[in-house]
């Protein structure tokens, strides 16, 4: 039986409900908990697709966690990215040109939402965008949209070290980013091919004007304004998502929203996306013990921002200071911080449970101001486990072929060193005719230039195999978590920073709320 079945079959709480129907009490306290409604869709893990797992970097202990927390653009709010990108690149480019003086050309430019991935950074100096490995070492860079030769990338970023906290860079970590960059690298390619003669393409204000539009049409409802009349265009309605919710409510965890959206653009999307789902939740409030709007993170968690109470049309009622006492269930917040969070909801450190999307505002400054456990949504899990799928006969070749050079590289060694020692070898001190002592060089100079060709043809393979796989995954960038063997910048942060990670937040309805999500054993390499 399923969650959704066992709430339609369940009769409704028996405690009077407030006229506000988000401070209804909903769902089984924690004394009475329904056994059906914990397990009811628990699923052996190996039953459970690739595409739709949690997957561990840290030991997690979900008996362990009294609070869990959510973002929601991007983590409960799954959106249309096809449509979303077409949207933010019409609004940016009607203020380039309206705004910025840009030439009207510019809005007949083809964007291919496919050049740009996630963990890419933009170097506003010299107009190129580029993708790091975890050691920071710069694998791929294009100019607008040529990509740059060996000797050109290690001449810009192998002969000094790169300092991504510097103004020169621009990380583009969140979906939201990928338009900027696409508009970015596309418009550097048409400036330069209308430049004169000497005159050159000014590179960080172009990048300057496209961030300030964007967000400029993020502030001035231009995007939001045409989300909420069609939503069903730019949203996915997930219809596991109230099940999700209950399931973690039903084995006595507290749920809150904490979002950097403001209280109109929140209620309209949480409505759409939740409202009716379950009969025992009268409106999407109604989930959650407490809702934050407009956290404005990173800040929430490195500044002292005060909490502001709304009422039900987003107006302020007032400051709500810590002398206010608990926050409480069916009010409205903005703003906060979260020393003034955990005091007030009662719960700190470990025991709180924070899910989102962005690597930088919601998993890295969760870790370094709080002891908060998290777990990332990657949207784009699905579509790289795909790929992957598809290519794993190419990926199990290249590990078989490179396995294959490591032993052939062992024997070119052996055989270097084999002939250095027979060319100073004297016939005397072998105790061998010349011409034997000869045969013997040949033989190794044969097979030394026997393994350079085995090596080579080696290379050639494995380095079709490898584009044929990075096609798959990105015709531009191949894999976001990987640069060749090695992790990407961002596959690195996703590592580091989330303890685990999920394609979307309804994966967890596969899963008991009291799992012991256990990491794989980590091994360096002396241990493999």
């Known amino acids: 039986m399923s969650i959704g079945e066992t709430l339609h079959r369940r009769e409704a709480p028996s405690t009077t409900p407030s006229s506000d129907p988000a401070s209804a009490a909903v769902g089984p306290p924690a004394s009475e908990v329904d056994p059906l409604a914990l397990v009811g869709s628990v699923l052996r893990v190996a039953d459970i697709p690739q595409q739709r797992r949690i997957f561990c970097n840290r030991n997690l202990r979900m008996d362990e966690i009294d609070l869990v927390g959510f973002d929601m653009d991007y983590t409960l709010a799954i959106y249309n990215q096809r449509q979303i990108e077409t949207l933010s690149v019409e609004c940016t480019l009607e203020k380039l040109v309206g705004k910025r003086g840009y ?27 580029f993708k790091m490995d975890r050691f920071g070492h710069v694998d791929r860079v294009y100019h607008g949209r040529r990509k740059l030769e060996k000797e050109q990338r290690r001449e810009l970023y192998r002969l000094q070290r790169i300092r991504l906290s510097s103004a020169r860079y621009a990380a583009i970590d969140t979906l939201f980013a990928l338009p900027e960059a696409v508009m970015f690298t596309r418009i550097v390619d048409f400036l330069e091919q209308r430049r004169g003669p000497g005159e050159k393409v000014p590179f960080e204000k172009l990048w300057q004007d496209i961030r300030d539009c964007i967000d400029e ?13 069609h939503l069903d265009q730019y949203l996915e309605r997930d219809p596991e998502l109230g099940a999700t919710l209950h399931k973690f409510r039903s084995a006595g965890k507290r749920l809150f929203l904490l979002t950097n959206s403001y209280w109109d653009y929140t209620n309209h ?77 009662c719960a700190a450190g470990d025991s709180v449970l924070y899910i989102g999307d962005h690597i930088y505002g919601d998993m890295l400054r969760a870790k370094k101001a709080s002891v908060w456990r998290t777990a990332m949504v990657v949207q784009e899990l699905e579509q790289e486990i795909e790929a992957g799928q598809r290519m794993a006969p190419q990926l199990a070749r290249i590990e078989e072929l490179e396995r294959r050079r490591v032993r052939l590289d062992s024997e070119l060694i052996y055989q270097q060193q084999l002939s250095k020692s027979l060319q100073r070898l004297e016939p005397a001190e072998a105790n061998l005719p010349e011409a034997t002592l000869e045969a013997a060089r040949c033989e190794v100079r044969d097979q030394i230039e026997h393994l350079r060709t085995a090596l080579r043809e080696l290379a050639r393979e494995i380095n079709a195999l490898e584009t044929e796989v990075d096609r798959t995954y990105n015709p531009w960038w191949g894999a976001l978590f990987k640069v060749g063997v090695e992790n990407s910048r961002f596959g690195e942060q996703v590592e580091d920073y989330a303890c685990v990670y999920t394609s979307r937040v309804s994966n967890f309805v596969n899963y008991s709320p009291l799992r012991y999500f256990r990491s794989p054993r980590d091994h360096m390499p002396h241990e493999l």
């Open 103 to 129: 030439p009207d050309e510019i809005l007949r430019l083809d964007y291919d939402p496919t050049f740009a991935l996630r963990g890419l950074v933009i170097d506003r100096q010299q107009g190129n965008m």
């Open 217 to 229: 049409a993020h502030r001035d409802e231009s995007m939001k304004r045409v989300i909420k009349a």
């Open 269 to 345: 999307v949480m409505s759409w996306l939740l409202d009716g789902q379950l009969p025992a939740y009268p409106s999407w409030r109604s989930y959650f013990d407490t809702v934050v709007v407009g956290a404005q993170k990173p800040a929430f968690f490195t500044e002292k921002r005060p909490f502001i109470e709304l009422d039900a049309d987003g107006r302020e009622r007032g400051p709500s200071p810590p002398e206010d006492g608990p926050l409480q269930r069916g009010r409205i917040y903005q703003g906060g911080n979260i020393g003034e969070f955990e005091e007030r909801v």
